[in-house]
């Protein structure tokens, strides 16, 4: 999908001033924290197991280029294929290929933010193969034309009234009389709609929360049961996956599965949760005919040596983006591309760059708890700082902040002019603010002032008032 | 050690400029804590706001500037959570790459403190002589909270303050929208945040809110103060040291 | 340069080494051969079995899913056609043509209309075994293979269960260790699928409000047969 992050200013102000987003991000600003904490209430072991969790992705990052190569190998030996794809170009390629072979008309798609950030479905459709989203959230925005605004919860944005509206619009075979306002109605027709697609679909395309190194297997985590259809009944399954969802073991899923949904969602388990591995058996009665992966770089490789490594072991919970005051502020849609919230402020500028998604990691009062709540553990604001000091090092800054801050360290190092100019700038504010207490307007603070007051000083530096109190004791002392 | 431990306050650039009677309040709590205080004069600044607008190079020299500054103390303490961390957290990450500041930073950290904790965790003072017949409620501010695990301690001390009846905060641990230069560079979030803040406060139904960081203190009373409403905002260590009679809230008009 | 060489030669340049040497290689291999358990939470593993089949019980009625107790297998049909019954449902049902399903007394039951073989669009109803119960969740562990086609698991509105309170282990890990008994570890002798189900289908896609059925089954019945103790 196109970046839209160099116009987050703009979005975010307009995020801010949507009432329907207002409305839809207070339900899930309350829902979602709710949720994982009653879910870590009954599981002692959770901290253990973020512990566990970092260990394992750790672990697998720095053997990375072996375990690919064992994936591989496994899937092969399992009847399944595998292609490799540097960047997105590639990616498209090798789908399109793939779907070609066959003459597929329609495919069917599992939720896949690597799909998205390839910009698969206009690449299929521009090819004359129709996409068709199943998960719901998915499939509402698809009919809207609106990127996901979340990364498990793609519609999270829309109350149900616009659900409405877009089913109406768009599912014109129906009585337009019909009783859809409400969420169950919604989903039946949702149901209802989708699956003559999924009976009819050719190729089926999945992403992977992990894929796993012993056994060439990949594993999905859903709640629908989208992604079983999507890839049981196709002839072809192409699983969609970039490169770092490698995990060594069965076991080592086991405990990223037991981080994951509580994490997400603060269900225990997904109703779902799925391995493949390999196409249909001799003898299956169902499946597909064959298995194909798609491993996708694009970026991921040049994290690995980089200062942003601890990004990759990412488990896309989405937890960091339920807990962050700015994302549910202004929604997933001001960050401008696939990966919003905190975890999209570090990973959005490691694969479109920091010019492009400059403000992402700036809109953040690095209040520390999208890391507290990661069940990996990735320290998220240390790592949005570090592009902060990319940014500054390479002159990306605005030069009146860049500048302003540089002469501020300056006096700052000097502790003499700076004490005097402290003193100068209580005395005066001081003075200027004695009688309201406040400011309404401040030369110079326009940027604090627009929505706030600005309490004044109390007139005099701490540092000149002890000054004063050592000179006095002094004085009693010599008496 | 012999002799009462000696502390010197870091008194950071916010209650320098804006409220020193906090630094004040500070004085007063670690003197009745049975500690002598002194107040380095070559300090300034953290330098938070140079690390978290990317300026490693000035954080550097500035962290340099309070190392050197705190030298020989037997304990650092800081009236506020953010500052205190970026020194005991952070500094020892500014020179992760150089083996000898880094050692002096560890040096430095180790024996550095927010004001509240160093009071419970270190001096073990289980009350305060106070009165503040006021209901009140309080903001856990994000790097004392997360970083430096100040929690329980600031409402420990204050349930023994005379006549002060403590509400819990819906929502104590949500950023109120500050974080330094957020607060300037995208000032319509960080309103965003401070409008909920002061709407969970007002709910509360209390007279006063309190918190242990001046930053998230000027965000919050200014926002209080620009809706109309009358609730007060004061630092915690104003409170504890029994000052609330002497020292205006924060915004109010002086005398 | 292949993608895939760029691609592993791009992560060995930023882990700052080429492959990897033979002994480092070694001890990688080691630990993908031992599979290791890593920490297994006390909740299932410190059960014995009958309290683990009460766990199981007990977290899959909190996802929605419904569980009837019968004494023995012989017990299925009458308890199938009662819940369809209950359920106001038709009395058919395609069912897995699993040689442990085809054992039962259907002739005790008449009237249920039943089709063996994968699902077909419109099948209401299937009748799957499973592989095993997980009880830390409530989680029931199916398998595809020549009786067990998964589209029984997914495409019919209704999906029973049979699940013998013998195969109701503590975890996923013994899950996994069952899946390796099986005909053998090797990727070609692992099933093509394994399923986690844990309760019906659902969404909460429309104002995070949880409904039920949103493409795979609207219900879940698990019909657990026996008596740990017999186990």
Sequence with gaps: MDPTSRAFLDNARAGLADPVLRRALGIAGVGFPARRAEAMARLPEFEALREQGKAIKDHTIAHLDFYLERYEANVIAAGGMVHWARDAGEARAAVLD????????????????????????????????????TDLGEYIIQLRHEPPSHIIAPAIHLMKEQVTETF???????????AIAEAPQLCAEARAVLRPQFLAADVGITGANFLIAETGSSIIVTNEGNGDLTQTLPKIHIVLASIEKIVPTLEDAATLLRLLARSATGQEFSSYTTMSTGPRRPGDLDGPEQYHVVLVDNGRSAMVGSEFREMLRCLRCAACLNHCPVYTAIGGHAYGWVYPGPMGAVLTPALIGVAEAGDLPNASSFCGRCESVCPVKIPLPKLMRNWRERQFAQRLVAPRYRDALRLWAWVAQRPELYHRMVEVKARLLGWLGKRRGRFRALPLAGGWTGLRDMPAPEGRSFHALWADRQRAAQRRQLR | MAGPPRVALLVTCLVDLFRPSIGFAAVNLLEAAGCTVEVPRAQTCCGQPAYNSGDKTDAKAIARQVIAAF????????????????????????????????????????????LVSFLVDVRGVDAVNAACRQVVTYHDSCSGLRELKVKEQPRRLLGTVEGLELKELPGAETCCGFGGTFAVKYPEISGKMASDKIADIAATGADCVLAGDLGCLLQIAGRLSRAGSQIQVRH???????????????????? | MTARD?????????????????????????????????????????????????????MAEAVQASVARVASERDVPAEVARFLAAENLPAELTVAPDSALDALPWAERPLLQIRRGKAEPGDAVSLTPCLAGIAETGTLMLVSGEGTPTTLNFLPDTHIVML???????????????????????????????????????????EQKIELGAHGPRRLHVILVGDARQA
């Design chain 1, 98 to 133: 793939i779907c070609r072979s066959v003459g597929a008309k329609i495919v069917t798609k599992g939720k896949s933010m690597v799909a998205e950030e390839i910009a698969l479905n206009d690449h299929l459709a521009a090819n004359g193969i129709t996409p068709v989203e």
């Design chain 3, 164 to 206: 013998r309170a013998g195969e109701v282990v503590a975890t996923y890990e013994d899950g996994w260790d069952l899946l390796r008994g099986r005909p053998g570890e090797r990727p070609a002798e692992l099933p093509r699928t394994v399923n986690f189900i844990t309760g019906p289908s659902r969404t909460g896609d429309i």
């Design chain 2, 71 to 114: 030298a020989g103390y037997d304990y650092v303490v800081a009236p506020s959570g953010s500052c205190a961390g970026m020194v005991k957290v952070h500094y020892p990450e500014l020179f992760a790459d150089d083996p000898a500041m880094r050692a002096q930073a560890d040096e430095l950290a180790a024996r550095t403190w927010e």
């Design chain 2, 236 to 255: 915690v260590a104003e409170v504890l040291a029994d000052m609330t009679g002497a020292v205006p809230p924060i915004g109010a008009p002086r005398p």
């Design chain 1, 168 to 178: 109406r619009a768009a599912h014109t075979a129906l009585d337009p009389a019909r």
């Design chain 3, 6 to 58: 760029d691609i592993l030669g791009g992560i060995r340049r930023g882990l700052g080494r080429g492959r990897l040497a033979d002994g480092a290689a070694g001890a990688v291999e080691a630990r993908l051969a031992e599979h290791k358990r890593n920490l297994i939470p006390a909740r299932a593993a410190a059960l014995d079995p009958p309290a683990r089949v009460e766990l199981f019980v007990a």
